[in-house]
């Protein structure tokens, strides 16, 4: 089978295995370098909750690891989650990359995690709603109203909306990062279409499949139950007075990079996958064609972008929504998970403002702190970034999926040049952060154990400011590429399971 | 369900069945050849004309030999219809509609493509039986799957219309042709040349043991009546419109409209025809001209479908 495997090296034995031909523990000689590995400590000594994966790890072997990544390769393949070759015609498919070596998130630091989430999307949905209703945000004079006018995902066609229950976004997947004291940062909001979970619960998946006895003797919290609470939060948000709503899932199609997604999510959740040529509004209402007849959708989670949901109201040339949806909308027949209008929340100059919507709307401390970020529309900001480009990451305000990334360190002078110009052309689209080095997690690279940089991405969902629930686990991205900060699956990043250690009580993905 | 949902499953359906047939096809002729005399029949010239796109092959081959032929119907992917072909567009369609799909009916057909993929280069210069009765057992393997795991919702009514309607059809040509290449070599008639052509037949339909536990021997009467009418062999053109009829019924039951669309209309009539006419009626008027006819109603019932179902006008 024309099968693509990620390893470019077949597994080297001779570094494995001892004089007598015994393997040697895989982490043998491991070096965490000068990172914060999320595994085990400088000296190799596993961390909290870690020791029985490190045992097994260095129990089984590398070899053994080796083969057992193979046969979860071969299952996504199986599986069809795989992309073609771009230029391709021999129809040759590859997996997204997968490592077999887990990460594994202590119980203790999961509850800070866990709790931070949920602070930031109570926030961060009063905010919505209130900058497309009352704006108190602005007139106490916290945010400049400028700021949030001048963001490319505001939709002013948005004004006046009020959403069920007052949430806006009721599924976030907000990226995290460690540092180099294994400190966690938010790196960002995702509040659009966040895509991934499809990831999170296959990989778990096939972990399961090839490492029964791992996960036997380990205490990890499952993470299966994620499409029955997705469509429990669905149903929820449903029109007033709507008791048994239709739902469906909106896919751009099948030509979508997360098409995959879309279709397992429909089927795990068991409603339609509708593209937008299956719906029609009349009365402002949302229909869909069946063969018999057209039949009534009450909640839409919608996987396609803002700006094409509806040709009438946004890109008139947008084939892939559905003319008159934002009329049923705004007539309140129809909830779309998330709202639109979102995007401006995630806008990375509006980002850097989170902590203080966390004190103005809750009162409270923020729990998982931002990574601290110049915004190039101040001046001193600007002239700081200009003078340290070579140590700082600069990023796009309104751009996301590593595009538009300016990484200073690893940079050339000519690059350097080129972000400079555009900073000072347009500085309100441009910020910066210092350079973090992303903490490591072991990776199986050409036969060896080697450390490579992670972030991990959670999922939360939201029906309620009393409702909201964070997936235990998430899309841990993993940069392939040695030495590579770059997670994202565009450039090079692959994927590994992510375990988050069950505290005493708490159900485990073995039981 | 969708509309959309419906013709991609009915599509996908129909491309897995035919891939099969091809498969069937080739299998048999590969065998066959090794047990006949040489230069009696040609046995690749009636897998050309078996497709109807005999015009489509002279304009892109240049012979008939089993290299070309095998090429044409199992890998040509310029061909719209050959064995690969039918894979790919079935797995695009079941990509389009997995969430509708039991993960089990996807996968299986997702390894089968791959297999038939990656054997396209050994295939091309060494066909062998062996290859296209793994094809068979791959689609029967599908079809088991779909008929155990996915609820006999409608659906796998729209997924079993797609396939009897194919199969149908497939079974129509290759009586057609066969009959056509075996007819006039009258000399032939009761000679072991004769008897092993028609047992080559049945087997192309699955056909030959529960031909012979009835009839016991070969009758050419016999083996036209056993493809066109045998009430229960699953892959006679009476039973598959019979089941197509059935699983239309179904579909109209779940229908908010009172009148009897075109399809099911059409269906029933052509299974009352066929429940009602004889070999010797056939045979009088022109076998020939009788399969013509079962095309060109399985034809029209299939567009009316599209008609009926995937692009109506549909009102609230």
């Excluded at chain 1, 895989?26 to 999320?38: H, I, P, V």
Aim: glycine content about 6%.
């Amino acid at each position: 089978m024309s099968f693509q495997s990620q390893s470019s090296a077949p597994i080297s034995q001779s570094a494995t295995v001892d004089a007598m031909g015994n393997p040697l523990p895989a982490l043998s000689g491991y070096d965490s370098g000068n990172f914060f590995d999320e595994l085990v400590s400088s000296d190799n000594v596993a961390r909290v909750d870690a020791s029985m994966l490190v045992h097994l790890i260095n129990q089984m072997g590398v070899a053994e690891l080796g083969r057992r990544q193979t046969a979860i390769e071969r299952a996504l393949y199986r599986m069809g989650i795989t992309f073609t070759v771009y230029g391709d015609n021999q129809g040759t498919e590859k997996i997204m990359p997968f490592d077999v070596v887990p990460r594994i998130v202590s119980a203790n630091l999961w509850q800070r995690i866990d709790a931070g989430l949920q602070q930031r999307i109570r926030a961060l949905n009063r905010f919505l709603d209130d900058i497309y209703n009352e704006r108190n945000i602005i007139r106490d004079g916290v945010i400049p109203a400028d700021l949030i006018d001048s963001a490319t995902a505001y939709l002013p066609q948005c004004k006046g909306l009020k959403p069920p229950n007052g949430v806006w976004c009721h599924i976030t997947g907000t990226d995290l990062v460690r540092d180099n004291s294994g400190n966690v940062f938010v790196l960002e909001d995702n509040l659009r279409c966040p895509s991934g979970v499809s990831y999170v619960l296959q990989n778990r998946h096939v972990m399961k499949r090839n490492f029964p006895e791992v996960f036997g003797a380990s205490r990890v919290r499952p993470v299966a139950d994620y499409p029955a609470r997705l469509y429990s939060m669905l149903k929820a948000v449903a029109p007033s007075g709507i008791t048994d709503p239709m739902v469906a899932l909106l896919t751009p199609g099948v030509f979508n990079s997360a098409y995959y997604e879309h279709s397992f999510l429909a089927q795990q959740m068991g409603i339609e996958l509708v593209e937008g040529r299956d719906l029609t509004v009349e009365n402002e209402k949302v229909y869909m064609r069946t063969t018999a007849g057209l039949q009534q959708v009450h909640v839409i989670y919608r996987r396609v972008d803002d700006t094409f949901i509806d040709p009438e109201v946004f890109n008139p040339d947008s084939l892939l929504g559905v003319a008159g949806l934002m009329k049923a909308y705004q007539a309140g027949n129809v909830t779309l998970a998330n709202a639109p209008g979102t995007g401006v929340a995630d806008d990375k100059v509006i980002y850097a403002f989170v902590p203080n919507m966390i004190k103005y709307y809750l009162g409270e401390e923020m729990i998982l702190p931002n990574v601290s970020t110049y915004l190039c529309s101040r001046d001193e900001d600007r002239e700081y970034v200009l003078n340290h480009l070579d140590e700082l990451v600069v990023k796009a305000a309104a751009e996301s999926g590593g595009y538009g990334i300016l990484i200073g360190p690893h940079a050339s002078e000519k690059e350097r040049g080129e972000f400079a110009d555009n900073i000072r052309k347009n500085p309100r689209n441009w910020i910066a952060q210092p350079t973090l080095q992303l903490s490591r997690v072991p990776t199986i690279v050409d036969g060896q154990m080697e450390g490579r940089h992670v972030d991990l991405r959670p999922y939360i969902l939201c029906s309620s400011p009393d409702d909201v629930w964070v997936l235990p686990g998430g899309l841990t991205r993993v940069a392939l590429r040695k030495g590579s900060l770059v997670v994202n699956s565009s450039q090079g990043g692959g994927s590994k399971d992510t375990w988050v250690a069950a505290d005493d009580g708490q159900p485990t993905a073995s039981t | 369900m969708l509309s959309r949902v419906a013709e991609s499953i009915y599509w996908m359906s129909r491309q897995v069945e035919r891939a099969e047939n091809h498969a069937r096809f080739l299998e048999v002729t590969l065998h066959m050849i090794l047990d006949q005399p040489e230069n009696m029949v040609d046995p690749w010239e009636p897998l050309v004309r078996v497709t109807g796109d005999n015009e489509w092959y002279e304009e892109h081959y240049a012979t008939i030999d089993a290299h070309s032929v095998v090429t044409f119907l199992a890998f040509d992917l310029n061909y719209h219809s050959s064995m690969l072909t039918c894979l790919r567009a079935a797995r695009e369609n079941a990509k389009s509609v997995r969430e509708s799909l039991s993960t089990e009916v996807f996968e299986e057909l997702n390894d089968f493509y791959h297999f038939v993929n990656d054997s396209t280069a050994a295939q091309l210069t060494d066909p062998t039986a062996e290859f296209f009765d793994q094809v068979r057992k791959h689609a029967l393997m599908w079809t088991g799957i779909i008929d155990s795991t996915m609820t006999h919702d409608l659906r796998w009514h729209f997924l079993n219309v797609g396939r009897l309607l194919e199969r149908a059809d497939k079974t129509s040509r290759i009586l057609d042709v066969k009959y056509f290449n075996l007819l006039p070599r009258l000399e032939d008639v009761g000679t072991v040349v004769d008897e092993l052509q028609w047992s080559e037949l049945l087997a192309a339909i699955s056909g030959f043991e529960a031909y012979r536990r009835e009839h016991q021997v070969i009758s050419v009467k016999k083996v036209i009546e056993f493809f066109l009418f045998h009430p229960e062999f699953p892959r006679s053109i009476r039973s598959c419109v019979a089941g197509a009829d059935w699983s239309l019924r179904q579909i109209e039951k779940t229908s908010c409209t009172h009148t009897l669309r075109d399809a099911p209309k059409q269906v029933a009539a052509l299974r009352h025809r066929l429940a009602h006419t004889s070999v010797k009626e056939v045979i009088a008027g022109g076998m020939h001209e009788f399969i013509d006819m079962i095309q060109v109603e399985l034809n029209a019932a299939s567009a009316s479908l599209h008609q009926d179902y995937f692009n109506s006008p549909v009102n609230a």
